[in-house]
C-alpha cells in the first residue's frame, strides 16, 4: 500500500509541474502579446506625432511663403505707385531771365528820286542809292557820322565840309547841289532838321532819311 500511494503521489506532483509549466508558459505568450501590443500603439502614437510635426511644418511653411509674397506684391504696388507719381508730376524748370539791354540802332535811307526823274547823271533809276537799312549806333553817335560810316561800308562817297558839330553834307554818290534850290536834305523819324548834320544825336530806333531835292524840299514826300 505504501508503494502504490507514494507512485500516486509522484505521479500528481509530475502533473501539478506540467500544469504549473503550461500556466507559466500561458503567463509569457501574454505577457508577450500585451508587450508586442503596447510596443504597437507607441510606435503608432509616434507616427501620428510625426505626421502632425510634419503637417505643423508645411503649415508655417505655407505661411511663410504666403506673407513672403505679400510683402513682394506690397512693394511691387508701391513702386508702380512711385513711378505712376513721378511720370505724372510735371517737371519743374526753373527759367532765369537776364535783361541785357539791346542794342542801340538806326535806320538810314538815301534816296535821289527828284534827281532820277530829272534825268541827272549817274542816279539810280529808281533813285534809291541806299534802302532802309539797319545800324548799330556809337555812343552819342550824330546823323552826320552815321552818314559818313554807312557810306565807308557801302562804298558810298559822301562829300563834307567842316567836322564835329559844324559838319555839312555837300554831296552823296557823286550828286551834288546844281543852284540854290537843290542839295540833300535830312529829316529824323520824318521830319526834315534845318540845322547841320553834324550837330543832331541820334537816340535808338531812330530813322533817318536823305533825300535829294531840285526845288528847296518842295519835291520831297
Keep these: 500500500q505504501t508503494s502504490a500511494e507514494t507512485l500516486i503521489s509522484d505521479e500528481q506532483a509530475e502533473t501539478d509541474e506540467a500544469n504549473q509549466s503550461d500556466e507559466g508558459s500561458a503567463d509569457d505568450a501574454q505577457t508577450s502579446e500585451h508587450t508586442t501590443a503596447e510596443t504597437t500603439e507607441a510606435e503608432a502614437a509616434d507616427e501620428m506625432t510625426s505626421e502632425q510635426t510634419d503637417d ?5 511653411r505655407k505661411t511663410q511663403v504666403s506673407e513672403t509674397t505679400a510683402e513682394t506684391e506690397t512693394t511691387s504696388v508701391s513702386k508702380t505707385e512711385t513711378t505712376t507719381a513721378a511720370e505724372t508730376e510735371p517737371e519743374q524748370t526753373t527759367t532765369t531771365t537776364v535783361n541785357t539791354p539791346a542794342e542801340p540802332v538806326a535806320v538810314l535811307l538815301i534816296e535821289a528820286k527828284s534827281a532820277a526823274a530829272a534825268g541827272m547823271a ?6 534809291i542809292i541806299l534802302p532802309p537799312t539797319t545800324y548799330g549806333l556809337d555812343e552819342d553817335e550824330t546823323v552826320a557820322e552815321l552818314l559818313i560810316r554807312a557810306g565807308r561800308e557801302q562804298r558810298i562817297a559822301v562829300a563834307y565840309q567842316g567836322s564835329g558839330g559844324s559838319t555839312f553834307i555837300t554831296g552823296i554818290a557823286g550828286i551834288t547841289a546844281t543852284d540854290a534850290k537843290s542839295g540833300w536834305m535830312f529829316s529824323v523819324n520824318g521830319e526834315y532838321v534845318q540845322v547841320g548834320a553834324g550837330s543832331v544825336r541820334l537816340s535808338s530806333g531812330d530813322e533817318v532819311a536823305w533825300r535829294y531835292t531840285i526845288d528847296s524840299g518842295n519835291d520831297l514826300p
Design 56 to 60: 505643423e511644418t508645411t503649415e508655417v
Design 122 to 127: 549817274g542816279v539810280p533809276e529808281d533813285g
